[in-house]
């Protein structure tokens, strides 16, 4: 199947400051990625869809001015978490969009997430 | 009323049972489904798609009945290494994707 990197897998830092987190998609061409977020034994939460070489369309309830996506190529898309609080401490998981089996019925490859906690 | 929903179980079964999950969804446009599995703190893994015709692969069996709006997942000999949340995941319009709660499995010796 195919292959989505993210980058840190983990991350502490403190409030106020910003958190960057890269997601890769390692042997296939994403032109749509997406963001999700994951609070302690909830579903995952949808955050916004970026698509490459445009704007990302959040969710509704999702500040854009706080989680800046950047899909600068059609193999990595960027979530920066802008001043921090430690509200925003949760998993946070990119995936991309690709061809599933002999099929080729079009689904959701995950990367492995990164773990935010703010102090 | 969720898009998508699952008993959020938990499932407490022995090793060698089966257990069957059951998923129904609302949205009549919805065009793809699929199951993921996802271990506690790990991201979800597709573990099958789901086809109207029923498809089976190894110990796992999915179906779909789109006039129902329903699908389910059977586990058959359930392993220790079942143990999981299973999620149901219904895609429509594109890339639209939207995941159901989750169903807790814990396979005991």
């Known amino acids: 199947g195919a292959v989505v990197s993210q980058h840190p897998s983990r991350v502490i830092c403190k409030s106020g400051t910003s958190v960057k987190i890269e997601c890769r998609s390692l042997?296939?061409?994403?032109?749509?990625m997406f963001w999700y977020r994951q609070f302690p034994k909830q579903s995952l939460m949808l955050m916004a869809t970026s698509n490459e070489g445009s704007k990302a369309t959040y969710e509704q309830g999702v500040e854009k001015d706080k989680f800046l996506i950047n899909h600068a190529s059609l193999t990595l898309s960027t979530l920066t978490v802008t001043s921090a609080h430690p509200e925003d401490s949760s998993f946070y998981i990119c995936?991309?969009?690709?061809?599933?089996?002999?099929?080729?019925?079009?689904?959701?490859?995950f990367g492995p997430g990164t773990r935010l906690l703010v102090l | 009323r969720k898009e998508v929903e699952q008993d959020p179980g938990p499932f407490n079964v022995p090793e060698g049972a089966t257990v069957a999950f059951n998923c129904t969804y609302s949205n009549s446009a919805s065009q793809s489904f699929f199951w993921y599995r996802q271990d506690c703190r790990k991201e979800p893994k597709l573990l099958m798609s789901v086809y109207s015709s029923g498809n089976e692969d190894g110990r796992f069996t999915a179906q779909l009945n789109r006039a129902s709006q329903y699908i389910s997942l059977l586990i058959r000999d359930s392993k220790l290494s079942d143990s999981a949340t299973y999620l149901c995941v219904v895609m429509r319009g594109g890339f639209k994707t939207i995941f159901g709660a989750g169903t807790r499995l814990f396979v005991k010796a």
């Open positions: 042997d296939f061409q994403a032109t749509t």
């Open positions: 995936s991309a969009q690709g061809t599933s089996g002999g099929g080729g019925v079009e689904t959701q490859y």
